[in-house]
């Protein structure tokens, strides 16, 4: 009898421990369910949902060169999951279901159902653990509690890794082909945005491994001194496909080892540093899924609920418009608006400057970056965004507030970013970029700064020192 897999969040035939281990069942028939209302009202907006048709597209085709026919279903909400797959598993005669977790709240309730679902009708439907070396749980602290801090979650997860955690999974071999009738893909409806120029993002697993050669080729190597300059690129630029699996953490990690004599942690400091976002991306996954709360638009540190947060939306209009005088902030949000990708450093920046300097609730901002980004991902994005506002993980206290200006002169030291995304300061010495002189500014079309650096600054410590302790 067949055995189904149902794709989701991690789109590709190579390394995909859910589709190996339905193809060691039987021949295999893969599964998609499109649930946009239910993807548009977690928030991800028109980038993220075409890159993810997309990623569809490639992974149809990559699996009729197996013989793996791929049955796409349309649905509104999540909770016709456990029906639909139930029907498809009777009109197929399949016997069991395989997937790979997704950690957030409502996609493990969804699991959970389909889980109960197939064992009242009889049927097996596995989940695994696929997007993380760690399940889970299996990361503890002493105490036997999920990690809250970076570090030591960090410490742990190099200690107790193994060669097996990272073993890849061999692709299915092809398989005669099934007498199952499979429609086109549907294609995109009309989406609020128009999604960015899709060059910038080719979809599927072969230019996820395209990048990552080049990242290793030209930039790995010098990524320990290069990532926080956005004017470089010198990052890997795979987070959309990472966070769609259309490559897999451990196609990353074995690509470094390969590179770097065996080694994670020691050799190349670039290429180790690396390492390190990888466990980030993985950290946050362990907090979605053991701080649940968080997936309910919660704080991560509970005291921090009661913070006043200013209702300011004329702040947030000039925020999301790339207007809000402080160059590096505005020329981050014209990135992000225009290519759907903001540099980690900047994402940091803006999103510090939302939730300090304007005092505006974090959830806004980190809502506004879903809609826009096209490797928007619930468990970084919430992650990134909590750490900044001092809502989350971060291990250093809340007064914590970058300075936009000095940040610019540091990470934008040649003013090339800000010329680029700001081209009405561009005519400005590089040096005068970071905070434009008042004079011109009329003539600029730039406007002056929304606050003041210093009164921001102790107006959101004001805030923050007015909060009960746990
Ligand atoms: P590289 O520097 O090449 O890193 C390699 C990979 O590691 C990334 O592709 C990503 O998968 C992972 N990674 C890197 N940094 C982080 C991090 N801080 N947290 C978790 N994973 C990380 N990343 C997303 O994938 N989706 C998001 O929605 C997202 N939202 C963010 C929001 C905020 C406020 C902040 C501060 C960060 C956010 N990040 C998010 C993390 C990070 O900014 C991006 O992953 C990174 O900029 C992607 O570029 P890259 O692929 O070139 O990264």
């Known amino acids: 009898a067949p055995v189904l897999i149902w794709f989701r969040s991690d789109l590709r035939i190579h390394d995909n421990r859910a589709l190996a281990a339905a193809a060691r069942q ?20 028109a980038n993220k949902l075409d890159f993810w048709a997309r990623g569809v597209a490639a992974l149809k085709a990559s699996l009729e060169g197996l013989g793996i026919p791929l049955i796409h279903r349309e649905l509104d909400d999540f909770a016709e999951a456990p029906e639909t797959l139930l029907a498809i598993a009777r009109d197929t005669g399949a016997k069991a279901l395989h997937f790979n977790h997704e950690y957030p709240l409502d996609e493990m309730r969804r699991d959970a159902a389909v889980i109960g679902a197939f064992a009242s009708a009889g049927l097996a439907a596995r989940g695994h653990h696929d997007s993380v070396a760690f399940a889970p749980g299996e990361l503890l602290t002493g105490k036997g509690d999920y990690y809250g801090v970076f570090t030591p979650f960090a410490k742990a997860w190099r200690r107790r890794l193994t060669p097996e955690r990272l073993a890849l999974s061999d692709a299915p ?103 390190s976002e990888l466990v980030w991306r993985e950290f946050y996954r362990h907090v979605a899924f053991g701080f649940p709360r968080v997936c309910r638009h919660r704080a991560f540190q509970a005291p921090t609920e009661a913070l006043a947060w200013r209702d300011d939306d004329t702040g947030f209009r000039a925020w999301c418009a790339g207007r809000t005088g402080y160059p590096i902030v505005d020329a981050a949000m014209r990135q992000l608006v225009t290519t759907g990708w903001m540099h980690n450093r900047l994402r940091m920046i803006t999103a ?25 991902e619930f468990c ?9 506002a001092s809502t989350g993980t971060d291990a250093a206290p809340y007064f914590r507030i970058f300075n936009p200006t000095t940040q610019s002169q540091r990470f934008d030291p040649g003013g090339a970013f800000l010329a680029e995304w700001l081209p009405e300061l561009a005519a400005l010495p590089a040096r005068a970029r970071h905070a434009p002189p008042r004079d011109p500014l009329e003539d600029l079309d730039y406007p002056p700064p929304i606050v003041d650096h210093k009164a921001a600054r102790a107006r959101a410590l004001d805030a923050f020192k007015a909060l009960k302790p746990a």
């Not at 939302?354 to 490797?375: M, N, Q, S, T």
Request: neutral net charge; proline residues 7%.
């Open 26 to 45: 039987g021949p295999v028939i893969a599964v998609f369910l499109r649930c946009l209302p239910h993807w548009q009202r977690h928030g991800h907006g």
């Open 173 to 275: 071999t092809p398989q005669a082909r099934l007498p199952i009738a499979v429609d086109p893909l549907p294609g995109l409806p009309e989406l609020d945005d128009t999604p960015v120029d899709r060059r910038t993002w080719p979809a599927g697993e072969q230019a996820a491994a395209d990048r990552l050669e080049r990242f290793l080729r030209f930039r790995g190597r010098h990524y320990a001194h290069r990532r926080d300059i956005p004017a470089i690129r010198s990052t890997s630029e795979l987070s959309p496909y990472l966070a769609l699996g259309m490559i897999s953490h451990r196609q990353c990690l074995q690509a470094v080892l390969a590179e770097n004599d065996g080694s994670l942690t020691e050799g190349d400091a670039g290429l180790t540093a690396w390492v």
């Open 352 to 376: 510090m400057f939302l939730a300090k300097h304007l005092l505006i609730d974090w959830r806004r901002g980190e809502a506004f970056f879903l809609r826009h980004l096209v490797d928007g």
């Open 380 to 388: 970084a994005n919430n992650g990134g965004w909590q750490w900044a």
